[in-house]
């Protein structure tokens, strides 16, 4: 196959021959039955083996298995994957091709090309390697085409260009010139060899522009014979014992094919987009094409249009469907296959090889896939719960893959009233309004009202949502998927300071410097990962103590400070779903040095506004009710607890983590066990239940609400030696909290001496 260009260079084919060429006086001998390569290693594995998809297309296959260029720490080298067990062989070297066999060039160039020392490598077992020193001949690659033999393009002292067979014997090169191509022959590219043969492409000048040639070449006889001239690129060409295919590399969509034996040419015009390509290909007389693609879309948003892989009969015109795309180009193969990247709903994403089934016509089989899904995929919705109308935080869906274009709708389930929309998802450029990273896609409620009257007139009470997903590249099916989430207006974010739906937390360092963890959830993981860290400013160790106490008047958390004088001090702060902004601090009132324990941000009472309660040195337990507002943010306080108390060295508002009326306490006693409070709604609490031992290793354990969106507030625990852990919670008072996950959130950072 010849590529159209360096990005696109087609790679593997099967010959079945080497040469054997000795150098006399420009003589060559060749013996009259060529021998075969080394038996390769029978058969492959039953199960596709699986590799990376971040390597995406092989650059070379073999009998027994298969070559890729992937990055190395820092550096692309080259992995060639056995087929049987899927072991993995790396070689120091950034480029290769193939000869469709196990033995493969690999080179230490840029490009194949500009590799002028290289090696031929058997990657059977036991195979050798033969290394070349083109540079006394002043030679440069075009094709490998046996173990010890490859063709390159001689420039000879006047200038002039000719193509040579260059063979490696006893460590010594020989070379033999390959007559019939033309004098002033330019960018001579080749395909791989099949049967003795290759396809030679090569420009010609004539006056003042250039044409194209194709030639096939007797590779015994050493001949190139010209079958075909062309005013325009031919890009990917193939050839069979019957016909040639090749693409306009120019006019994109147009596949051309040949009858060897009449010189009947046919076309086809699939009139793909002027930045679409082609994958064509030849498997005996089936013509082979699709339109080149990628499961992940260009990233521009465009629908183009879309040609699954397909077989075409070059003698009866009957058609087969073999993948649901592919791109790359089609690599010839040994015992008379093909290979390609691309993948089926079916089969799934990776290298599948096409040979001819039983009944005669081509069949596609996976024999190494990634893991990928075809299909698009629905893996969730990111969707608070219950969800504030007020807030910048997006109603987000996550995807397998982003190209889509998405019919969304939204109904209220009371009074009927719905938005529709059709949101086109892309990442080039600017990005899709509706596009955040990670395949995940969402709107704000902010843009259903600038777009719809019921988001103007937004109720609380059950959304209805259901949506169908339409790949925007035509692979694979639609997509369609529904629920549901519960609406409330201005509600507190009990630790989300930013007001973008994740969770935060503040870190005082040992400086004293004041730091924001913004954090995100790993639903694969299921834990709570770090997305950046802030640095709010210095100053901060003149107060003993910081704690995070929800929106004082909904919106994004607050947070107070008591300074070493007792001085107990408000900092409102206003998210806008990016960056929070941090007001000056405002006085709230003195002798607040009475409590040794203080904790905020949960509803205790039942009117949606976070409170606040405090352990005094007596042991009992106040209660400071939110008034909503940022000028006096509490009203006086209530005793909940006489006495006992004290035997607590950490108690933490977590919001209602038990299933009963309202927000709940845990806390924690000096032999590090964890009790639970459960609230009854008015600010008190039942009698306390035991959670469960061990918990003195944190020193810090943090309500930091609904971070897995569950619908349950859940816990973080932040440990002495930079230990992290998350708690989901399960709404059952009998055991409120799932399994720790170790989080990696401030681990890798230094240690911090308070964290709330």
Not at 497 to 505: E, F, N, S, V
């Amino acid at each position: 196959m010849i590529s159209a260009s360096m990005s696109r260079r087609g790679v593997s084919a099967a010959i079945t021959t080497v040469l054997a060429v000795t150098l006399g006086a420009g003589a060559v001998s060749v013996p009259a039955a060529a021998a075969p390569l080394p038996a390769a290693e029978a058969g492959t594995a039953t199960a596709p083996v699986v590799y990376s998809a971040g390597n995406y297309r092989p650059v070379a296959v073999g009998k027994t298995g298969f070559l890729l260029s992937a990055r190395v720490d820092g550096k692309y080298v080259l992995q060639w994957t056995r087929f049987a067990d899927g072991s993995v062989t790396t070689i120091d070297a950034p480029v290769g091709d193939s000869t469709g066999t196990d033995v493969i060039m690999t080179g230490r160039g840029t490009s194949p090309a500009r590799s002028l020392i290289l090696q031929l490598r058997d990657m059977a077992p036991g195979g050798g390697t033969v290394t070349m020193d083109l540079r006394p001949l002043n030679a440069t690659y075009v094709k490998a085409v046996s173990k010890d033999t490859i063709l390159a393009q001689v420039t000879k002292t006047d200038g002039t260009v000719e193509l040579h067979l260059v063979t490696s014997t006893g460590g010594a090169l020989t070379q033999r010139k390959v007559e019939g191509v033309p004098a002033g022959a330019q960018s001579i590219s080749s395909t791989p060899a099949r049967d003795g043969s290759v396809l030679l492409s090569y420009s010609l000048r004539e006056g003042t522009s250039w044409e194209r040639e194709l030639a096939m070449v007797d590779l015994s006889a050493a001949k190139a014979v010209p079958i075909n001239r062309f005013d325009y690129y031919p890009g990917q060409t193939a050839f069979s014992a019957t016909h040639l295919v090749w693409e306009d590399d120019m006019a994109r969509g147009k596949v051309y094919a040949r009858d060897r034996a009449t010189g009947a040419e046919t076309m086809i015009d699939f009139g793909l987009d002027e930045d679409q390509g082609m994958v064509v290909g030849l498997l005996d007389s089936w013509q082979l094409y699709g339109s080149w693609e990628t499961l992940e879309g260009s990233g521009t948003g465009d629908s183009r249009p879309h040609v699954p892989f397909t077989a075409k009969s070059l003698t009866t015109g009957q058609t087969v469907k073999l993948l649901d795309y592919a791109h790359g180009e089609v690599q010839p193969g040994p015992d008379n296959t093909v290979f390609v990247r691309g993948g089926s709903v079916e089969q799934g994403d990776g290298l599948l090889r096409i040979s001819i089934g039983a009944d005669g016509t081509p069949v596609a089989e996976a024999v190494a896939v990634t893991g990928l899904p075809v299909a698009l995929g629905y893996l969730g919705a990111q969707i608070p719960q219950p969800f504030d109308l007020a807030s910048p935080v997006p109603l987000k869906w996550k995807l397998s893959r982003e190209n889509a274009d998405v019919d969304l709708t939204i109904t209220h389930r009371a009074t009927g009233k719905s938005f529709s929309k059709t949101l086109n998802l892309y990442s080039e450029s600017a990005g899709s309004p509706y596009y955040y990273h990670d395949d995940t896609f969402g709107i704000t409620w902010a843009q259903i009202a600038a777009e719809s009257q019921m988001g103007k007139d937004a109720e609380v009470g059950t959304y209805d949502w259901s949506f169908t997903a339409r790949p925007q590249n035509g692979v694979g099916p639609d997509l369609e998927a529904s629920g549901s989430f519960t609406a409330v207006k201005n509600v507190s974010s009990p630790h989300d300071l930013d007001w973008d739906g994740g969770p935060d937390l503040l870190m005082r360092d040992t400086a004293g410097v004041l730091w924001r963890a913004d954090s995100e959830y790993d639903a694969t993981k299921k834990t709570l990962t770090e997305s950046w860290t802030d640095r709010i400013g210095p100053g901060w160790q003149i107060y003993d103590r910081i704690e995070t106490i929800g929106g004082v008047g909904g919106g994004a958390a607050d947070f107070v400070a008591r300074d070493k004088s007792g001085v107990l001090w408000l900092y409102d702060v206003t998210g806008n779903g990016y960056k929070p902004t941090i007001a000056g601090r405002k006085q709230i009132g003195g002798g607040w040095n009475t409590y040794t324990q203080l904790t905020g941000g949960a509803d205790l009472d039942g009117d949606s506004r976070p409170d606040l309660v405090g352990v005094d040195k007596a042991g009992a337990l106040w209660f400071y009710k939110g008034t909503g507002n940022v000028a006096a943010p509490f009203a006086a306080r209530k005793k909940i607890g006489t006495g006992g108390w004290g035997i607590y060295n950490q108690i933490t508002a977590t919001g209602n983590i038990g299933g009963a009326a309202g927000g709940d306490l845990i806390a924690r006693d000096k032999d590090g066990v964890l009790w639970l409070y459960l609230g009854k709604g008015d600010g008190t609490f039942t009698a306390r239940k035991q959670v469960g031992g061990g918990w003195g290793a944190y020193t810090d354990t943090i309500g930091i609400g609904d971070a897995n969106r569950d619908g349950r507030p859940d816990l973080f625990a932040y440990g002495p030696n930079k230990t992290a852990y998350f708690y989901a919670g399960t709404g059952d008072y009998r055991k409120p909290f799932d399994t720790r996950v170790a989080s990696p959130l401030l681990t890798d950072q230094p240690a911090y001496n308070h964290v709330s």
